[in-house]
């Protein structure tokens, strides 16, 4: 904060401050850079700012001098010239009264003593100042020492030993991290125990900023931005509409749990994929275990002192995730040689979460999530590492294609948007998902005329599978109008997980059209909503259009039929 008028007439009389230096000249350099030193060291440990005053009398009055532009340039030069190393954090200001000039120099305490002005350290004794002895520099380095710990290791003054949940590091920390026989013979209080692993700081009787972030019952209350939010939105850009949110808050080694099993099933999205006739794989949107990654590395490499701002992770309505952390990449990491070489801002914290099991700690995390991507069908992640205090990766989604038999044709990664759905593979077309949607369960006539030469053909476009004389190689290619009910009862035994989610939904939540549906059930594509979800559903009668003779009805939606809600009735029974 700038100083005042007011204030400084106030430190000129007040002659007992011991943090207030007065002198008449402008120009001895020396016994300045002296004062200054002394302040800067604060041996008192006072944590203040100091003042050196120019133009004023030992007595508190104006010396009547007045600064020229000499005096001024050479006054700014005492921080830069190289006498006062390492240099001490200062401000200038320059007051005229109609007595005079005074020069008020402010001087703020090292984080790293002893200050040397020309190689000899000075110290304040009280309201004089002097050269440091050997004891005094030697607690000047101590308290250096102690500053130069990194943020995780340094001690969270405002907390308390009630504020950790010391269940917490009892019952699943510490058995991983120290073998049980060791525990058993430990007889020192949980303090001591925590202080060995650099959660709590003896000295100060508190717990480190580590501590908190692992165990903190609240650490946002000390750590502003020690937390996750989740948000997702309406559209591709930042100004859609929230969807959903969720700000993951807590200790570390709660929040990561809950996060893991968010990403597992509301993010990655599981499904059934057809690879055959007969067999099935399990796809994903967004592969579990990379997602996972990316944002335990947000925790761990994010720079909690510079910004107040959690770490992002947005949803922009399945086209990409975003992950945003405040911190750009550190130590020997650059842009150059990113991601082969990594370093840890945070590397007791890396430790404390591979002691857990959730993350490896030796840089591999990193090529194996474009890896796994790649595999997954997900375009390679984008990372954004030229930032300078912020680190982002965008993912998108992993595009699969389906032939007309519903059999995966296509999840290569290069597609990158709805849009490409509409190629082709081989000499079958690929369906257009967005028109199947549009028109979700139209059932043909025998046949339709062709607009063109009025002949009779057979209609493909549609989302039931009537294509009863060519697709025989499976029980549910052939699941059609003609199918008995005999077969429809041996279907209905081997429903899907999906389907049971789309059922659950529609009971609960009542009749819903696609757009609640793909919100509802936390989908990303409209493709997946139908083949894995609708198709089936509709197949085993378990659902229905509300209006079945208006298909093109921006107001349809899908119903739960009688059979639907006796088989979730049977569900509560099993």
Same mark, same amino acid.
């Given at each position: 904060?700038?100083?005042?008028?007011?204030?400084?007439?106030?430190?000129?009389?007040?002659?007992?401050?011991?943090?207030?230096?007065?002198?008449?000249?402008?120009? $001895?350099?020396?016994?300045?850079?002296?004062? =200054?030193?002394?302040?800067?060291?604060?041996?008192? @440990?006072?944590?203040? /700012?100091?003042?050196? %005053?120019?133009?004023?009398?030992?007595?508190?009055? =104006?010396?009547?001098?007045?600064? #020229?532009?000499?005096?001024?340039?050479?006054?700014?030069?005492?921080?830069?010239?190289?006498?006062?190393?390492?240099?001490?954090?200062?401000?200038? @200001?320059?007051?005229?009264?109609?007595?005079?000039?005074?020069?008020?120099?402010?001087?703020? /305490?090292?984080?790293?003593? /002893?200050?040397?002005?020309?190689?000899?350290?000075?110290?304040?004794?009280?309201?004089?100042?002097?050269?440091?002895?050997?004891? @005094?520099?030697?607690?000047?380095?101590?308290?250096?020492?102690?500053?130069?710990?990194?943020?995780?290791?340094?001690?969270?003054? #405002?907390?308390?030993?009630?504020?950790?949940?010391?269940?917490?590091?009892?019952?699943?920390?510490?058995?991983?991290?120290?073998?049980?026989?060791?525990?058993?013979?430990?007889?020192?209080?949980?303090?001591?125990?925590?202080?060995? *692993?650099?959660?709590?700081?003896?000295?100060?009787?508190?717990?480190?900023?580590?501590?908190? %972030?692992?165990? +903190?019952?609240?650490?946002?209350?000390?750590?502003? !931005?020690?937390?996750?939010?989740?948000?997702?939105?309406?559209?591709?850009?930042?100004?859609?509409?929230?969807?959903?949110?969720?700000?993951? $808050?807590?200790? *570390?080694?709660?929040?990561?749990?809950?996060?893991?099993?968010?990403?597992?099933?509301?993010?990655?999205?599981?499904?059934?994929?057809?690879?055959?006739?007969?067999?099935?794989?399990?796809?994903?949107?967004?592969?579990?275990?990379?997602?996972?990654?990316?944002?335990?590395?947000?925790?761990?490499?994010?720079?909690?002192?510079?910004?107040?701002?959690?770490?992002?992770?947005? #949803?922009?309505?399945?086209?990409?995730?975003? =992950?945003?952390?405040?911190?750009?990449?550190?130590?020997?990491?650059?842009?150059?040689?990113?991601?082969?070489?990594?370093?840890?801002?945070?590397?007791? *914290?890396?430790?404390?979460?591979?002691?857990?099991?959730?993350?490896?700690?030796?840089?591999?995390? =990193?090529? $194996?999530?474009?890896?796994?991507?790649?595999?997954? +069908?997900?375009?390679?992640?984008?990372?954004?590492?030229?930032?300078?205090?912020?680190?982002?990766?965008?993912?998108? /989604?992993?595009?699969?294609?389906?032939?007309?038999?519903?059999?995966?044709?296509?999840?290569?990664?290069?597609?990158?948007?709805?849009?490409?759905?509409?190629?082709?593979?081989?000499?079958?077309?690929? !369906? #257009?998902?967005?028109?199947?949607?549009?028109?979700?369960?139209?059932?043909?006539?025998?046949?339709?005329?062709?607009?063109?030469?009025?002949?009779?053909?057979?209609?493909?476009?549609?989302?039931?599978?009537?294509?009863?004389?060519?697709? &025989?190689? &499976?029980?549910?290619?052939?699941?059609?109008?003609?199918?008995?009910? &005999?077969?429809?009862?041996?279907?209905?035994?081997?429903?899907?997980?999906?389907? $049971?989610? %789309? *059922?659950?939904?529609?009971?609960?939540?009542?009749?819903? +059209?696609?757009?609640?549906?793909?919100?509802?059930?936390?989908?990303?594509?409209?493709?997946?909503?139908?083949?894995?979800?609708?198709?089936?559903?509709?197949?085993?009668?378990?659902?229905?259009?509300?209006?079945?003779? !208006?298909?093109?009805?921006?107001?349809?939606?899908?119903?739960?039929?009688?059979?639907?809600?006796?088989?979730?009735?049977?569900?509560?029974?099993?």
């Amino acid at each position: 904060m700038k100083l005042t008028e007011e204030k400084l007439r106030h430190l000129m009389t007040d002659l007992e401050a011991e943090n207030v230096e007065r002198t008449r000249a402008f120009d $001895k350099a020396d016994k300045m850079g002296q004062a =200054i030193c002394a302040f800067a060291n604060d041996l008192a @440990d006072r944590r203040i /700012p100091s003042y050196l %005053l120019l133009g004023v009398e030992n007595d508190g009055t =104006i010396s009547g001098k007045r600064i #020229d532009d000499e005096h001024l340039t050479s006054l700014g030069g005492l921080k830069t010239e190289g006498n006062l190393l390492p240099p001490p954090a200062m401000a200038l @200001d320059v007051f005229h009264f109609t007595e005079g000039d005074v020069v008020a120099l402010t001087v703020f /305490p090292s984080a790293y003593p /002893p200050i040397r002005y020309q190689g000899q350290v000075w110290i304040r004794v009280g309201a004089r100042k002097a050269l440091a002895t050997d004891e @005094d520099i030697h607690l000047l380095e101590e308290r250096s020492r102690r500053s130069r710990r990194s943020f995780e290791e340094r001690p969270c003054l #405002d907390a308390k030993l009630e504020d950790l949940d010391l269940e917490l590091f009892r019952n699943q920390y510490l058995p991983k991290a120290v073998q049980a026989a060791v525990i058993d013979g430990d007889p020192r209080p949980v303090q001591e125990q925590m202080a060995a *692993l650099r959660f709590y700081d003896l000295e100060a009787k508190v717990p480190t900023n580590l501590g908190i %972030l692992l165990f +903190g019952k609240h650490p946002e209350r000390f750590i502003p !931005s020690a937390y996750l939010q989740y948000l997702k939105l309406s559209s591709a850009t930042a100004g859609g509409d929230v969807l959903a949110e969720h700000a993951y $808050k807590g200790p *570390l080694l709660r929040t990561i749990p809950e996060l893991d099993s968010f990403v597992k099933v509301g993010v990655a999205s599981p499904h059934p994929v057809r690879i055959s006739g007969f067999q099935e794989k399990t796809g994903y949107i967004y592969p579990h275990w990379s997602m996972r990654e990316l944002l335990l590395n947000s925790i761990i490499h994010r720079d909690y002192e510079i910004s107040n701002a959690p770490i992002r992770f947005y #949803d922009y309505n399945g086209t990409r995730i975003e =992950i945003i952390n405040p911190g750009a990449l550190y130590g020997q990491a650059n842009i150059d040689n990113f991601p082969t070489v990594n370093d840890y801002r945070n590397p007791r *914290l890396a430790e404390a979460v591979k002691v857990m099991g959730y993350v490896n700690k030796y840089s591999l995390g =990193i090529l $194996k999530v474009r890896k796994e991507m790649s595999q997954n +069908g997900n375009p390679e992640p984008e990372f954004e590492v030229f930032q300078r205090n912020l680190f982002r990766v965008v993912v998108r /989604p992993a595009v699969e294609v389906y032939d007309k038999y519903g059999i995966l044709v296509q999840n290569d990664g290069k597609s990158q948007s709805v849009s490409d759905l509409h190629e082709t593979q081989g000499s079958g077309e690929v !369906s #257009d998902p967005v028109q199947q949607l549009s028109d979700p369960v139209k059932t043909p006539s025998n046949g339709e005329k062709n607009s063109d030469n009025g002949q009779i053909t057979q209609s493909t476009d549609t989302a039931t599978d009537t294509a009863t004389d060519t697709a &025989t190689d &499976t029980v549910t290619d052939t699941v059609t109008d003609t199918v008995t009910d &005999t077969v429809t009862d041996i279907v209905t035994d081997i429903v899907t997980d999906t389907v $049971k989610r %789309l *059922l659950v939904v529609l009971s609960q939540l009542g009749d819903m +059209g696609i757009q609640e549906l793909l919100v509802q059930l936390n989908l990303h594509h409209k493709i997946n909503l139908l083949e894995r979800y609708l198709r089936p559903a509709l197949k085993l009668r378990m659902i229905e259009l509300t209006q079945p003779n !208006s298909l093109h009805s921006p107001t349809q939606k899908y119903h739960l039929t009688a059979k639907g809600r006796a088989y979730l009735e049977g569900l509560k029974h099993e």
